[in-house]
Each structure stands twice: as C-alpha cells, then as structure tokens.
C-alpha cells in the first residue's frame, strides 16, 4: 500500500518540538511550537527574522546534516537543541529541541553525587585519622583509646545510615511509576511510629501525643513506605521540635473528604520562609551543624516527599522561626480512588 502524499506542513505539525521548513534563505513552513516560540508572522519571511543566533544561522544556511547544542536561541539562558537535516536538496527541516529538563537532570545528578561525596567523606577522614592513630606504636592512654573507638564506631554508624537512606531513596525512585494499592490504616502507621520514638523523645524531654487515640483511617498505600513517612516525620519533630515552651508533639490523624490526613504539629524553633521551599531536597539542611549533631543524614524529607508522590497524595510544610512547624501528609482513601 502506497504512502498518501503528505505536506511539508503537516509532517512538521506532528512534531511536538518547534520545526521549521527552510529553502532559499526564507521559512517556508512552520509549526505551532515554532510559531510560538519565533512568532506567529515568520513563514514566508526571511530566515533572519526569526533567528538571530550566529552559530544557528550559520548551521542552517550551509544547508548540511547538522546537530549542535546553544544557549540563547530564543531566551537568554535556555538550552537548546538544534538539528538541521536537508530535504531532497532544495530544502532543509531544522527542529529546535528544549533540553532544560536534561540539563537540570544532569546538573541534579552531578549536584547528587557531589553532595553524597562530601557526606560521606566527613565521617570517613575522621575514621581514618582515629584508626591511624590507633595504629602507631607508642602508648595510649584507656580513656584515650575509649574515645577514639566510640568515635570511630558512631561515625561508621552515621556512614552506614546515609548509605541505607540512600539506597532507600533509590528504591523509591524505582517504584515512582507504580502505584500502592494495599489498604493501610493510617491512623496505626501513626501509632507504631508514636510507640517506636517514645524513647527518643523522652531522651528529649518531651512527648508524643496522638489525637485521636484511637482514630482508624484506611488509605491506598504500602504499609512499610507509609511507616517510614511517620518515622521520618515524627523523629524530626522530636529532634528539632521540642522547644522549652511546650515540650508535646502532636500527631493528629482525621479524614478531609476523599483524603486521609497525617499532620505533626511541634513547638519548636521553626523554619524560615526562605529556606521552606529547599527543605525537602536531598542533604538539604537548615542548620547543618545541629543536624550531625542529632545524627540527621539530609535525606529524610527527600524520602518522604517522593514516597507521598508515589501515593499520588500531597505534603505541606507550614512554619515559622518561634512557631513551630506543622508537616502534613495528604494521601487518598479507597472512596475517592
């Protein structure tokens, strides 16, 4: 069967990137993307009128099988992709291809791998310097070789908790796509988590309250995911929440529609506004020295913002400095899937 004759036009309109047709120094065709991205009047007009980037015009004219990366194409910063392929000689088809989300990826990726580098190459020089020392001949002191275990054995720990909440992160990320479709009582995630932190919050000098106590709500999860939320959640109100003028953490678990609803509420210091929007980045922290000093690894807001957006649910994280901090974890319920 015969292919039906198509135009230049609507072989470029398929395309969701901008395209356009060029022949003799003038745009002959362009699609949508294109006429919003140059402009609505550009077809029929001088190739020049649309682009003025020298590398690009330069690549077009010469009428060959091209591929090139630019900044500037049509706004200042963006990065762009340009292909130039010719079309039975007489004319050429260039594509523009937006690669601001690669780019970001990558610079996500390199700012990552960066970041994880220097968590983890903290404790491991202090590793190595107390083992080296352990190691040269000459006296040592009880107290001495004591305190260079210790230390060495917390900062192994603190390694090794980065490392699992990596990798834990990683596993998340995998599952992104897949959606949990298990019942889970949100309420007894909150409890187990409440029962598991009493001991470190009354090594802080406060409590967990859970309002109700006996509240029962079903939402669409994975049991494990959602009790890691919890934890995540109601350790960081513990560590960093439990301010002198009210030593109660709250955690609160209703129904609001079709949405089931875990909310910890602290009194403590609170978060400015400006580092709000940042908090959930990985090893992201708003006081670094406080947190290696609570043994926090940066990582836990990271988890669980993407275990509630693989929920397909929504987290809101509401604080100011002297305020406290209220977290908010909505997450769908079986009658409004």
Known sequence: MALPPLSAHALIEALDEPALIIGGGQILAANAAALSLFGKAIVGRDLRFAIRHPQALQAILAGEHRDLALVGLANAEQPWHLSVRPIDGTAIMVRVIDRSVAVAAERMRVDFVANASHELRTPLATISGFAETLAEDGPLDEEARRRFGATIHNESARMLRIIEDLMGLS???????????????????????????????????????????????????????????????????????????????????????????????????????????????????????????????????????????????????????????????????????
């Not at 596993?171 to 298990?182: H, K, L, Q, S």
């Not at 006996?214 to 009790?227: N, P, S, T």
């Not at 836990?300 to 604080?319: C, F, M, N, Q, T």
């Open 171 to 337: 596993r998340i990320e995998a599952d992104r796509f897949v959606a949990p479709r298990d019942l889970v009582d949100l309420a007894a995630v909150a409890r187990i988590a409440a029962q598991q932190l009493a001991p470190l919050a009354e090594r802080k000098g406060c409590s967990i309250e859970m309002v109700p106590d006996d509240a029962r709500v079903m939402v669409i999860g994975d049991h494990a995911q959602l009790l890691q939320v919890a934890d995540n959640l109601v350790t960081n109100a513990v560590r960093y929440g439990c301010g002198s003028a009210c030593s109660t953490v709250r955690l609160e678990v209703f129904r609001d529609g079709s949405r089931g609803v875990f909310r910890v509420i602290d009194h403590g210091d609170g978060i400015a506004a400006d580092h709000l929007p940042r908090v959930t980045e990985r090893f992201y922290r708003v006081d670094p020295a406080r947190s290696r000093e609570s043994a926090g690894t940066g990582l836990g807001l990271a988890i669980v913002k993407h275990i509630v957006e693989r929920h397909r649910g929504a987290l809101d994280i509401r604080s100011r400095p002297g305020a406290g901090t209220i977290v908010e974890v909505r997450l769908p319920t079986p009658e409004g899937d």
